[in-house]
T-cell receptor
């Protein structure tokens, strides 16, 4: 089991550019979550899916953020346009009611 | 709505000291309870979990947690901490009928050698 795979591990981009973060969940896990972590705000749930369907996107900060899960093996989180305040570590997690498995995260820096 | 409260934001201990991190939750139904650990620069990892049965749950690396239903608490304990336990610890509560868990704000543990 390769676990939850996120790419890229690090991303540095200029303000105004589009950023796409990717997540490959563990096979058979029917929930997928996108979290953002910063020193100031801690761990924030952005959006989560159940069986590829978005269930709750109330944590998505602005319309600049969008997430998709076209199939059970892939999800993306897109920021367009990016801003310096989007700098954070973005985690993807998958699981069921009995616990999450987190990916290693994508450290995004917007300059 | 579920909520989780971790009262200690930062705990500093010396090696071999005993640890107890508090976690209280608010939810009226049947819950699943979790503790996650995040070592510096790493992602969150599941430390232990409670679904039902024995309220004293043992996890990895010598950690344990006790579910006290009457107090809505799920405190994390370890009898003797090591420098390598330095990390941030998150308590989380989940609904048995849904996949989403609610996380506490985390407690940073610093263990001095």
């Amino acid at each position: 089991d390769a676990g939850v795979i996120q790419s890229p591990r690090h991303e540095v981009t200029e303000m105004g550019q589009e950023v796409t973060l990717r997540c490959k969940p563990i096979s058979g896990h029917d929930y997928l979550f996108w979290y953002r972590q910063t020193m100031m705000r801690g761990l924030e749930l952005l959006i989560y899916f159940n069986n590829n369907v978005p269930i709750d996107d109330s944590g998505m900060p602005e319309d600049r953020f969008s997430a998709k899960m076209p199939n059970a093996s892939f999800s993306t989180l897109k920021i367009q346009p990016s801003e310096p305040r989007d700098s954070a570590v973005y985690f993807c997690a998958t699981g069921r009611p009995y616990g999450y498995t987190f990916g290693s995260g994508t450290r995004l820096t917007v300059v | 709505a579920q909520s989780v409260s971790q009262h200690n934001h930062h705990v500093i201990l010396s090696e071999a000291a005993s640890l107890e991190l508090g976690c209280n939750y608010s939810y009226g139904g049947t819950v699943n309870l979790f503790w996650y650990v995040q070592y510096p620069g790493q992602h969150l990892q599941l430390l232990l979990k409670y679904f039902s049965g024995d309220p004293l749950v043992k996890g990895i690396k010598g950690f344990e947690a006790e579910f006290i239903k009457s107090k809505f608490s799920f405190n994390l304990r370890k009898p003797s901490v090591q420098w390598s336990d330095t990390a941030e610890y998150f308590c989380a509560v989940g609904n048995t009928n849904a996949g989403k868990s609610t996380f506490g704000d985390g407690t940073t543990l610093t263990v001095k050698p």
